[in-house]
């Protein structure tokens, strides 16, 4: 009786000591965004309410089990959450990017001296930003009319071409013993070759959305009237198919690698 006892606690000590270990796993990695490390965010494992923060070279650890939701979050960047799995437990290793979080504000400069005093007058001898009023022009969709459909190239219709149920041969029907049917084959790939046309031609705004201005045009120093000549320069290393794939991460190592190279040529011209 004694002995079954021992070999049960037994048992249940071994369980015990393998549900801690698995419970008691640490990950590490280095928070981000596209202007580079992100310190004293706030990382928090929402399910044992156990939190930390990023140094001051945006390192983290924190303590995880698989199944896990671990919150990010930073004033100056839209949270996050991750759901630790078994692949990032094996890993250990987690970077975070974070997307910053934009607040636009209509401002204007004004100036002690040229002013007449009258709100109407003076509003119109305001400097205007250069920089925003042209980026304002090159996003402006304001003109365009989009009840009108793109004959090239139409996002929006996710519906496939009716299918012509119309037997091709059946005017030939008994003529010949064998009767012969055209299968519609080109279909998918002209809706493919339509969303990855669509996909290019809302990647320059996608991108410029999701890294934020300052990333470009004060990070990067490109000029905004070189922008899409900028991704141009760019495309040759497959951002946008990584784009696709969400790995801006690497579309950021690329871009802040490449600009240094463009901005040489472009100074050269």
Same mark, same amino acid.
């Given at each position: 009786?004694?002995?079954?006892?021992?070999?049960?606690?037994?048992?249940?000590? $071994?369980?015990?000591?393998?549900?801690?270990?698995? @419970?008691?796993? +640490?990950?590490?990695?280095?928070?981000?965004?596209?202007?580079?490390?992100?310190?004293?965010?706030?990382?928090?494992?929402?399910?044992?309410?156990?939190?930390?923060?990023?140094?001051? =070279?945006? =390192?983290?650890? /924190?303590?995880?089990?698989?199944?896990?939701?671990? $919150?990010?979050?930073?004033?100056?960047?839209?949270?996050?959450?991750?759901?630790?799995?078994?692949?990032? +437990?094996?890993?250990?290793?987690?970077?975070? !990017?974070?997307?910053?979080?934009?607040?636009? &504000?209509?401002?204007?400069? &004004?100036?002690?001296?040229? &002013?007449?005093? $009258? =709100?109407?007058?003076?509003? @119109?001898?305001?400097?205007?930003?250069?920089? *925003?009023?042209?980026?304002?022009?090159?996003?402006?969709?304001?003109?365009?009319?989009?009840?009108?459909?793109?004959?090239?190239?139409? *996002?929006?219709?996710?519906?496939?071409?009716? !299918?012509?149920?119309?037997?091709? *041969?059946?005017?030939?029907?008994?003529?010949?013993?064998?009767?012969?049917?055209?299968p519609f084959k080109h279909s998918e790939r002209l809706w493919a070759l339509r969303r990855d046309l669509a996909h290019k031609k809302a990647f320059p705004y996608k991108i410029l959305s999701e890294l934020g201005e300052k990333f470009f045009f004060d990070a990067l120093k490109i000029p905004l009237d070189k922008y899409f000549h900028f991704l141009d320069?760019?495309?040759?290393?497959?951002?946008?198919?990584?784009?696709?794939?969400?790995?801006? &991460?690497?579309?950021?190592?690329?871009?802040?690698?490449?600009?240094? $190279?463009? !901005?040489?040529? /472009?100074?050269?011209?």
């Amino acid at each position: 009786m004694v002995k079954k006892l021992l070999i049960i606690s037994l048992f249940f000590i $071994s369980i015990t000591n393998s549900f801690s270990q698995e @419970k008691n796993k +640490i990950i590490f990695g280095t928070v981000l965004d596209s202007l580079g490390i992100v310190k004293n965010a706030n990382i928090i494992n929402l399910n044992t309410k156990q939190g930390t923060f990023s140094s001051d =070279l945006g =390192l983290y650890r /924190i303590f995880v089990s698989e199944g896990d939701s671990i $919150s990010i979050s930073s004033i100056q960047h839209i949270s996050k959450t991750i759901i630790i799995t078994k692949k990032i +437990i094996n890993l250990k290793k987690r970077d975070v !990017l974070l997307k910053l979080n934009v607040y636009e &504000l209509e401002a204007f400069e &004004l100036k002690r001296h040229n &002013l007449l005093g $009258s =709100l109407t007058a003076d509003t @119109k001898s305001v400097p205007v930003d250069k920089k *925003a009023k042209t980026l304002r022009g090159i996003l402006d969709f304001s003109m365009i009319d989009f009840s009108k459909i793109d004959p090239t190239i139409d *996002a929006n219709i996710k519906a496939k071409p009716p !299918l012509n149920d119309v037997d091709p *041969a059946s005017k030939f029907a008994g003529v010949g013993g064998a009767v012969g049917t055209i299968p519609f084959k080109h279909s998918e790939r002209l809706w493919a070759l339509r969303r990855d046309l669509a996909h290019k031609k809302a990647f320059p705004y996608k991108i410029l959305s999701e890294l934020g201005e300052k990333f470009f045009f004060d990070a990067l120093k490109i000029p905004l009237d070189k922008y899409f000549h900028f991704l141009d320069y760019c495309n040759p290393l497959g951002i946008e198919n990584l784009h696709k794939k969400g790995n801006l &991460l690497e579309i950021i190592k690329i871009l802040r690698r490449e600009s240094i $190279s463009y !901005l040489k040529i /472009i100074k050269n011209e």
